[in-house]
């Protein structure tokens, strides 16, 4: 009566159904030794790792849960016949079995085989192309953002933990709170009361402090030690020293900002000026005529698109022939000797071989083939990259420059969120520079210091004892200096401000020969004619609101 799936699928699904190509290349693409790391020899026996992978890519192609996937696998003679051509009556299994695989794949040193080898196969058959499209969206964390106080007792509570009973005894023996940190949750407290507050945050700092310390020297188990790093860095993000020598939160959001102990990963993103959102981001990269994903990646939120794409497109830049060194190891020779001729024909030999011609910045921008340039040896046409604005940065725009890929994406507008002129309002020679009010200054000059310095931007931590050596300083948040990297006395902090809301007129920029961003004397008010004109709002960013 039951018969094998082939009765009904085969002769009725066609030859480039995923069905049928998995039937046929399934054996090859899942064999039992590309799974052999992942299973022990003795014990029960397990579902086929051919059959469960099939089942991944089919539920990964349809977008189904475990749950659904399974169900299909069972009842669905399609499926069946991709897996290898199973018998109609071929028993199910538990949907627990695809988490056990994902499980196990993501503690092994190869997580991405199965998308490997599934891309490898589309390679071979000529599905993926020269092209990518990037693109980026944000993933949704489930978990609460918490507030500075809950995020310090938290992480006190966290470390005590994962102490041992010695351990414990002399955490707890240093701590000052009226508080034995064992419940959940905000700490007790006139939350109306300013000064009970303020009490508040300076005796959770205090004893985060205290913690670090007696971890100071010591040799501590890996889980003590991530427990402290947690620690420090949450303290050092959100807290400073005030003028009276009391600890005190910084306003504002640090850029780097952990946001929950729960899942210490996760940060504040925004895709717009009006979307915000908590968790990470996902990059994708295709090839858009078979819409095939050729690689993906997954980074916090507060993660730049630009920041990512550089693996995302790593075999268009491991392909190429020329062989561009980006390392930085071998520097570009510009004296025309031929490493690296600049002068004549507009080529650019980064390696000696006279490979391809790379695309100059103009074509880049523009997706045009640099002229008379030939295609890629072998008759091969140059890699192109397609991209929003976001990708528009210049370090990732050189990058694919020197490979020899057309940047098929826009500039990033100039932006100055300080408020003074953007850097395309000089006009910039050999030697020279001249800003909006026609002053021309030579590069290296001595610039004249502003009236008014600038206030502080960067996010001063206090100074803490310095954590035990297993726990490496960590720069996190705020801070331009590591707040567990001296047991000296605090240093007295810059009075912070909101960055973008200064409290004494525009900031004046930073000196610099090299990036002028302002008119002689640092302001737009130093002559009528030099007058900074509206800020423009940034079309893609990746800071934390506010």
Same mark, same amino acid.
């Given at each position: 009566m039951w018969a094998g799936s082939g009765s009904v699928c085969e002769g009725r699904l066609a030859e480039t159904s995923i069905f049928s190509v998995l039937h046929a290349e399934g054996g090859t693409l899942f064999g039992d030794e590309l799974f052999a790391d992942l299973f022990s020899r003795r014990g029960r026996p397990s579902v086929p790792p051919q059959i469960v992978a099939t089942v991944m890519v089919l539920q990964r192609l349809f977008g189904l849960s475990d749950r659904e996937a399974v169900e299909a696998f069972e009842f669905d003679a399609?499926?069946?016949?991709?897996?290898?051509?199973?018998?109609?009556?071929?028993?199910g299994f538990a949907h627990t079995v695809l988490v056990d695989m994902r499980a196990r794949l993501a503690a092994?040193?190869?997580?991405?085989?199965?998308?490997?080898?599934?891309?490898?196969?589309?390679?071979?058959?000529?599905?993926?192309?020269?092209?990518?499209?990037?693109?980026?969206?944000?993933?949704?964390?489930?978990?609460?953002?918490?507030?500075?106080?809950?995020?310090?007792?938290?992480?006190?509570?966290?470390?005590?933990?994962?102490?041992?009973?010695?351990?414990e005894d002399d955490l707890r023996g240093v701590l000052v709170r009226d508080d034995d940190y064992r419940r959940a949750g905000k700490p007790v407290c006139d939350w109306d009361d300013e000064a009970a507050r303020t009490a508040l945050v300076d005796e959770l700092a205090r004893d985060a402090y205290a913690v670090l310390g007696v971890l100071h020297g010591r040799d501590v188990t890996p889980e003590v030690a991530e427990a402290g790093r947690l620690v420090a860095t949450v303290v050092g993000q959100d807290i400073e020293t005030g003028d009276d020598g009391t600890f005190r939160i910084i306003p504002g959001t640090a850029s780097d900002r952990v946001i929950s102990i729960v899942d210490p990963q996760a940060r504040h993103g925004h895709k717009t000026a009006a979307r915000h959102y908590d968790g990470y981001k996902g990059?994708?990269?295709?090839?858009?005529?078979?819409?095939?994903?050729?690689?993906?990646?997954?980074?916090?939120?507060?993660?730049?698109?630009?920041?990512?794409?550089?693996?995302?497109?790593?075999?268009?830049?491991?392909?190429?022939?020329?062989?561009?060194?980006?390392?930085?190891?071998?520097? #570009? =020779? @510009? +004296? &025309? !000797? %031929? /490493? #690296? =001729? @600049? +002068? &004549? !024909? %507009? /080529? #650019? =030999? @980064? +390696? &000696? !071989?006279?490979?391809?011609?790379?695309v100059s910045p103009e074509q880049a921008v523009a997706g045009s083939e640099p002229a008379g340039a030939d295609p890629v040896p072998g008759g091969r046409q140059h890699p192109e990259v397609y991209g929003d604005s976001a990708y528009g940065t210049g370090l990732f725009l050189r990058l694919l420059n020197r490979a020899g890929i057309i940047a098929?994406?826009?500039?990033?507008?100039?932006?100055?969120?300080?408020?003074?002129?953007?850097?395309?309002?000089?006009?910039?020679?050999?030697?020279?520079?001249?800003?909006?009010?026609?002053?021309?200054p030579r590069y290296g000059s001595t610039a004249t210091a502003p009236a008014t310095a600038p206030p502080a931007?960067?996010?001063?931590?206090?100074?803490?004892?310095?954590?035990?050596?297993?726990?490496?300083?960590?720069?996190?948040?705020?801070?331009?200096s590591a707040a567990t990297t001296t047991s000296s006395p605090p240093p007295e902090p810059a009075k912070p401000t909101r960055p973008g809301k200064p409290t004494t007129g525009p900031p004046a920029p930073r000196s610099n020969g090299s990036s002028p961003t302002s008119?002689?004397?640092?302001?737009?008010?130093?002559a009528p004619a030099c007058e900074a004109p509206p800020r423009s709002t940034p079309t893609s960013t990746s800071s934390p609101p506010p």
């Open positions: 399609r499926w069946k016949w991709a897996a290898g051509g199973l018998d109609l009556d071929y028993g092994s040193a190869q997580p991405r085989r199965i998308f490997e080898v599934t891309l490898g196969a589309a390679k071979q058959a000529g599905l993926v192309g020269h092209r990518r499209v990037l693109d980026s969206t944000p993933l949704y964390d489930a978990v609460a953002t918490m507030d500075t106080v809950t995020l310090v007792r938290s992480a006190i509570r966290g470390l005590l933990k994962v102490a041992d009973r010695q351990l990059h994708a990269a295709a090839d858009p005529d078979s819409e095939i994903i050729t690689d993906t990646r997954v980074t916090p939120a507060h993660t730049p698109d630009a920041a990512a794409a550089t693996d995302l497109i790593g075999d268009l830049i491991n392909d190429e022939p020329d062989s561009t060194d980006m390392t930085g190891d071998r520097p #570009c =020779d @510009m +004296t &025309g !000797d %031929g /490493s #690296c =001729d @600049m +002068t &004549g !024909d %507009g /080529s #650019c =030999d @980064m +390696t &000696g !071989d006279k490979g391809p011609v790379p098929n994406t826009k500039v990033q507008p100039p932006v100055n969120n300080s408020g003074l002129f953007t850097k395309d309002a000089f006009s910039v020679d050999t030697g020279t520079v001249t800003c909006p009010a026609g002053k021309t931007s960067g996010r001063h931590a206090p100074a803490a004892p310095s954590p035990p050596s297993a726990l490496p300083p960590k720069q996190a948040g705020r801070s331009e008119c002689d004397d640092g302001t737009a008010a130093a």
